[in-house]
């Protein structure tokens, strides 16, 4: 088992004071909370600095840690003396702030594991207890009842490509956990899961695996896994819930005098009608070409009027015919005498 | 596997919910009345839920709980994050074409 060290995983001295280690671990906590920073290393840090927090703010747990950890560094092999925690008392997990306990570090687990395992019993939101071991010996003389509850609910964010969610498709996932291993580590796991990602799935929706969230406690189903979906960026295509944007380059004429073109969808190619005198960045709707969904979204064509260079005799000749012709001032209206 | 996507049908029941989220009645109430989600139905028994409502609660009361907020205060982060994100997104767009 490796050490770990707590007061650097706070970034604060070993001589520091309750408050200044309170503040140091909220304000850690904001920053790396996983529902505010989409790092992929925040869930991680931010169990991190739970288990320093509850360590380090409990006064008995800091007192036998600096005991036990006098001469050791972040990472050194660690194994604690036999009985060392004899004299020391715990209490019950205190409520509140702090990363979930079954995800707390063997390091942790050994120093304080059981002892407080004892104390918070199977009350549900005392959470301290593993669930391999619940039920298990050493519990002594205070056995609880038998304890089912559901396993809590995990969550993940994963990236699929647009066409996914407009024909629907099955995909396989790598998600990564972050777990302590057996050398008290965090580690990242690979977990690879096949999902059927439904037609019309817009972004910032889930879905639910059923039963593929953390372990029940006792005869308690498993929670669900809940992914979150997001778009890859697209070559063309840009979602906005149901609704699709697409940027079409047409040429000033094509603009200015209307007319067919071809525009490429999801569904295929289709022909628009561009309507005489358009202008850039006019949007244009195409009606039930985006996600399809009971009331399909909108493919909205934005026209991006590109120009001609004048790169060759003929097409200055053009420009300059224009010029000559016609009676165009794009910034009369910014003041007088331009 | 067994999965379905979580569609906005308000299906799910008040009790419905407090048992998924292990929260009692009266914090969920309370995030209905701070506008964390839009239900239908105007009092306790008729209200219905959506899965989406669900996943919104559950992420108000995990940042309640870890940052030691109040539902006002974690709704209010929830928009502004929302907010952000959509921000993000917009400049996303925009530096794409400038």
């Known amino acids: 088992m490796e050490y770990k060290d707590y007061y650097t995983a706070l970034g604060v001295e070993k001589t520091a004071t309750a408050d200044e280690i309170k503040s140091a671990y909220r304000k850690l906590a904001r920053k790396y909370h996983p529902d505010l920073n989409k790092d992929k290393d925040a869930e991680s840090r931010f169990k991190e600095i739970g288990e320093a927090n509850d360590v380090l703010s409990d006064p008995e747990k800091r007192a036998a840690y600096d005991q036990l950890g006098q001469n050791y560094r972040e990472g050194q092999d660690f194994n604690p003396p036999p009985n060392w925690d004899q004299g020391f008392e715990f209490r ?24 407080q395992r004892q104390q918070s019993g199977a009350q549900y939101g005392g959470q301290s207890f593993g669930s391999q071991d619940f039920g298990g010996q ?13 396993g809590q609910d995990h969550h993940a964010r994963i990236l699929i490509d647009l066409d996914d969610s407009f024909n629907g498709s099955k995909r396989q996932i790598t998600l990564k956990v972050p777990e302590f291993g057996p050398d008290g580590h965090l580690q990242l796991k690979h977990r690879t899961l096949d999902v059927t990602i439904p037609k019309g799935i817009r972004e910032g929706q889930q879905i639910r695996l059923k039963k593929q969230g953390a372990p029940g406690y006792g005869k308690g189903e498993p929670g669900d896994l809940f992914l979150e ?92 015919t224009m010029a000559k012709e016609l009676d165009f001032n794009p910034r009369s209206h910014m003041a007088s005498g331009l | 596997m067994n999965d379905d996507i979580l569609d906005d049908h308000e299906t799910l029941t008040l009790e419905d919910v407090c048992q998924n989220c292990n929260l009692d009645q009266d914090v969920v109430l309370t995030y209905v009345q701070e506008g964390l989600i839009d239900v239908s139905g105007h ?16 992420k108000a009361n995990r940042l309640e709980r870890d940052l030691r907020l109040n539902p006002a205060g974690s709704v209010l982060v929830l928009e502004l994050i929302a907010q952000i994100d959509d921000l993000k997104n917009q400049l996303k767009y925009f530096k794409r074409h400038n």
Do not use: C
């Open chain 1, 229 to 320: 979906v997001n778009f890859k960026p697209h070559k063309l295509y840009h979602a906005d819930g149901s609704d699709l944007y697409l940027d079409l380059p047409v040429t000033p004429w094509e603009a200015a005098l209307g007319g067919k073109v071809k525009v490429p969808t999801p569904g295929g190619v289709v022909d628009l009608n561009i309507p005489a005198n358009s202008k850039q960045g006019r949007k244009l709707r195409l009606k039930g070409r985006g996600l399809p969904s009971k009331k399909p979204g909108d493919l909205f064509v934005v026209l991006q009027i590109a120009l001609p260079p004048a790169d060759n005799d003929k097409a200055r000749q053009l420009y300059e």
């Open chain 1, 138 to 150: 050493g519990f002594g003389g205070q056995q609880q009842g038998e304890f089912n509850a559901k």
């Open chain 2, 43 to 58: 009092n306790a028994g008729t209200m219905r839920f959506s899965h989406s409502h669900i996943v919104r609660i559950q």
């Open chain 1, 92 to 115: 019950g997990r205190p409520s509140g702030a702090g990363a979930q306990p079954e995800d707390f570090s063997e390091f942790f687990e050994d120093l304080f594991g059981k002892a």
